[in-house]
């Protein structure tokens, strides 16, 4: 909703645009602060992982309470009794998904790192093999 630019990604301008539609105006600094916290491949905006991530250390207890993404977090709970049975539904009902695509994604990134691991330690066999045979045309 708040991805004006369609590109999959908030960045600072939506950011701060979001946070003023949520009744959380943010200064500059503390705007990218917020993008600074959960970007983890640092380019300076928000994946939807990322924007899950808010959602993760909130729950941890690992934001400050006077951050930014602590007040999005805390802005983005429902109230059942102003959104009703059936607000709340769908609430929850993004937030399971939401909270399986994290899923999806970190299991896809623990796969990508075991490939890594796998195609180093290939690697470093072949080397090693290569040594060998060469010691055996040295002599």
Excluded: W
Excluded at 46 to 61: C, N, T, V
Excluded at 74 to 79: A, K, T, V
């Amino acid at each position: 909703r708040y991805d004006a630019g369609k590109d999959g990604f908030i960045d600072l301008m939506e950011l701060k645009l979001m946070m003023e539609k949520l009744g959380a105006p943010q200064t500059h600094l503390g705007l990218k602060n917020m993008i600074k916290e959960v970007d983890e491949d640092l380019d300076s905006k928000l994946s939807f992982r990322e924007f899950l991530l808010i959602f993760r250390k909130a729950a941890a207890g690992e934001l400050q309470e006077d951050s930014g993404l602590h007040a999005l977090a805390r802005l983005s709970e429902i109230d059942v009794s102003t959104e009703g049975v059936k607000g709340a539904k769908s609430f929850f009902e993004a937030k399971v998904q939401a909270i399986h695509d994290a899923t999806r994604f970190e299991e896809e990134i623990k796969a990508e790192q075991e490939e890594k691991k796998k195609q180093a330690e290939e690697l470093k066999q072949r080397k090693a093999a290569f040594k060998e045979l060469q010691s055996t045309f040295k002599q």
